[in-house]
């Protein structure tokens, strides 16, 4: 036996006991003749203590221990008497009475602590060290236990977990596929799923009405902060439901995981906003409510009442008010500015409106427009002495909301109003059910093409499939899309004409999803499906700023496992038994 306790298990009611204790070195101090070890495992940490008029050999074994050392320790239970109030097991140590070191450490490249000294990278490069930091392995206790929550409620509810393929077929519409080689079908590919929609569908028509994964899925995308090549999914459908069925099931769900995880009570109802309304209040189609700055539309104030050409030419005049902050100096305005108009925001320039504590109005635009329309636009916002006004404007409206929009989460972050220990959850619905890529210069789907057409917009269909709304809905938590799904077209003929709005040949849809199509004709149920992303609902729990930082062993923002060195070249032989042959690129 190993060890007989773990090193957070021992209480001050546990004096005089033998144990036995094993696990990692945290550190060690040598004071006089005594020599004192951190001993630390996964439950906790123990103090260890070693007696030098106890016994000089044992003690001068202890003294040769480094940091993570991996040993075992018998001894007796004491209490301690300089008590340490910030440890669980700070009433106690161990007077250890022998030592065994199960194997020895070379100097780690970063100290394992919680307020480590080691940077991103040369963490991820060892990462199974990094795991051994209390507060990386909290992040995976909360994942592990939320999991067990999930499957616990979703079982509860009838739901069947079905494993579905991992290699599967390449489909279009959607993001980047990552692609596996077939050696036993030589030029032909698998891929790697970038959820299991098709699949899960399927298994609706097979009469499993209830079902869930929590599944692998996998994307190759240019990556941030809330994406990694390889995420998990808590994938779902149901069949015989309507939107409000969907809706209210999985609610309930996230209200329980908020109740056991967080002691958090959501309200009875959450909210739900259309995606028209949060993209004209909020700019974004997944809103953070945890502050308030709604936009306010100003075209009738501003647009052909001055002499600013900027905004007489204007389709689009919004902006936010930010209270409290008409003292910003010359200085932070023009910080702002240059925020606005750096690449990854694309405006061109920032007006700002002091409403100064005194009553007086100051502008960047106020020689263009008389104090009148100055006052108009302080009625207009509603604002009040000592505010201040930013407002951009823009020939689109939409891209001028989404600009506007991250300067306004920009203004929350200044003014610490994005409270991570504050949960504010609303639904978002009536999506789009196509939107324009410029890229492939054509409509493509919003979500995916077995989204159902709002029932009411169906005649639109054919004339202005722009105008057709989707039932489809995301769940939103403190402005992340936690996730999403929609209810499916389960009608041949209505899949039939998606596709063809989508650009697809009879032909191509055949060849693309000719297994779908040819299960609807066995008589498809009506379902519809959602899938939460589980990385990010951890890190909204855990209060992390990157799903990286829940997820075991993750990729960096170049979608490279610095830890394993991957991806790496193939050797010669497995790509001729592949059949491939490279012709990169080089640049000279």
Not at 488 to 502: S, T
Request: net charge negative; aromatic share 10%.
């Amino acid at each position: 036996m190993y060890r007989t306790n773990t090193c957070g298990e021992l209480r001050l009611s546990d004096a005089g006991k033998q144990v036995t204790l094993a696990g990692w070195v945290q550190r060690s101090r040598k004071m006089g003749g005594m020599t004192f070890v951190d001993l630390r495992d996964r439950y906790g940490i123990t103090q260890l203590v070693f007696n030098e008029n106890d016994d000089a050999e044992l003690c001068a074994a202890a003294n040769k221990l480094g940091r993570e050392y991996c040993i075992q320790v018998e001894g007796t239970v004491s209490e301690r008497q300089s008590k340490n109030a910030n440890l669980p097991t700070g009433d106690i140590e161990i007077i250890v009475g022998k030592l065994n070191v199960l194997s020895e450490s070379i100097t780690p490249p970063f100290t394992i602590e919680d307020n480590t000294d080691g940077g991103d990278d040369i963490r991820m490069k060892y990462r199974y060290l990094d795991l051994r930091r209390p507060c990386v392995r909290k992040n995976l206790e909360l994942r592990h236990r939320m999991t067990i929550l999930i499957r616990n409620f979703l079982d509860s509810k009838d739901f069947i977990e079905v494993e579905t393929p991992i290699l599967i077929g390449s489909t279009p519409e959607g993001a980047r596929d990552f692609v596996v080689p077939s050696r036993m079908n030589p030029g032909q590919f698998y891929a790697l799923p970038q959820s299991p929609q098709t699949l899960k569908q399927l298994l609706m028509v097979s009469g499993f009405d209830r079902y869930f994964q929590i599944a692998k899925c996998f994307r190759d995308e240019d990556l941030r902060a809330d994406r990694q090549p390889e995420f998990t999914q808590i994938d779902c459908e149901m069949s015989f439901v309507d939107q409000d069925d969907v809706i209210n099931l999985f609610e309930d769900m996230a209200r329980h995981l908020f109740k056991e995880v967080r002691g958090v009570e959501l309200p009875a109802k959450l909210q739900q906003m259309t995606w028209a309304e949060a993209m004209r209040r909020f700019g974004s189609d997944k809103p953070d409510l945890r502050f308030g700055m709604e936009f306010i539309e100003l075209m009738d104030v501003l647009k052909g009442t001055g002499e600013f050409g900027v905004f007489n030419e204007a389709e689009y005049i919004g902006g936010i008010c930010v209270p409290g902050c008409a003292n910003y100096t010359r200085k932070q305005l023009d910080h702002l500015t240059d925020f606005v108009k750096r690449p990854q925001v694309g405006a061109k320039g920032l007006v700002w409106v002091k409403f100064n504590e005194d009553g007086t109005i100051k502008s960047s635009i106020d020689k263009f427009y008389s104090p009148e329309v100055m006052q108009r636009l302080k009625e207009k916002t509603g604002a009040g002495n000592g505010d201040l006004l930013l407002i951009m404007s823009g020939a689109s409206a939409n891209k001028t909301r989404v600009q506007l929009c991250t300067l306004r989460l920009e203004m929350g972050d200044r003014l610490g109003l994005r409270d991570k220990d504050k949960f504010e959850c609303l639904w978002i619905i009536d999506f789009p059910l196509f939107e324009w890529s410029d890229e492939e210069q054509r409509l493509m789907s919003t979500h995916h093409p077995f989204t159902m057409p709002n029932p009411d917009d169906i005649p639109l269909l054919e004339e202005h499939p722009e105008r057709v709304r989707a039932k489809a809905y995301d769940f939103v938590c403190n402005g992340i899309e936690v996730g999403g799904g929609s209810l499916r077209i389960h009608d041949g003929k209505l899949q039939e004409k998606m596709f063809n709005i989508l650009g697809f040949t009879p032909e191509r849809a055949m060849a693309q999803f000719g297994f779908l199509i040819n299960a609807f004709k066995y008589g498809a149920p009506p379902h519809a499906g959602l899938a939460f992303g589980l990385d990010r609902f951890v890190s909204i729990m855990a209060g992390l700023d990157s799903i990286r930082d829940c997820i075991a062993f993750p990729k960096n923002n170049s979608g490279r496992d610095v830890m394993l060195d991957a991806p790496s070249f193939l050797d010669q032989k497995q790509l001729d038994e592949l059949q491939i042959k490279l012709d990169l690129n080089q640049e000279k």
